[in-house]
């Protein structure tokens, strides 16, 4: 089993930059798939980004261009870098995990207690 605390949000103006980062307790190795969610208040949640144990990645084509995942073996470490923020990334952000059993089950897997982005002027 795995544990995820995220950090790093807050409140920025349009146009600037955050990074969130995802603490990982437990063993990164045993993790097949990371990922990236939000939630807006009234919006269903959203899968914004996603990364494979092999590195590979996908976004959300509303992130695609600003947003960089990736994820850290040495520093059991996820990150999401975003940059050209719009009021519309104003949303809960969650990191969330999936072991390959997760994955192949379609089980939902760990997830991190959320952390804040607002996105204003």
């Known amino acids: 089993q795995v544990q995820l605390v995220e950090s790093g949000g807050g409140l920025v103006q349009p146009g600037g930059s955050l990074r969130l980062s995802c603490a990982v307790y437990g063993s990164i190795s045993s993790i097949f798939v990371m990922n990236w969610h939000r939630q807006a208040p009234g919006k269903q949640r959203e899968l914004v980004a996603a990364?494979?144990?092999?590195?590979?990645?996908n976004y959300a084509d509303s992130v695609k261009g600003r947003f960089t995942i990736s994820r850290s073996h040495a520093e059991n470490a996820a990150y999401l870098q975003m940059n050209s923020l719009k009021p519309e990334d104003t949303a809960v952000y969650y990191c969330n995990t999936q072991d390959y059993s997760d994955y192949v089950h379609s089980r939902e897997g760990s997830w991190g207690q959320g952390t804040q982005v607002t996105v204003s002027s």
């Open positions: 990364i494979t144990r092999g590195g590979s990645t």
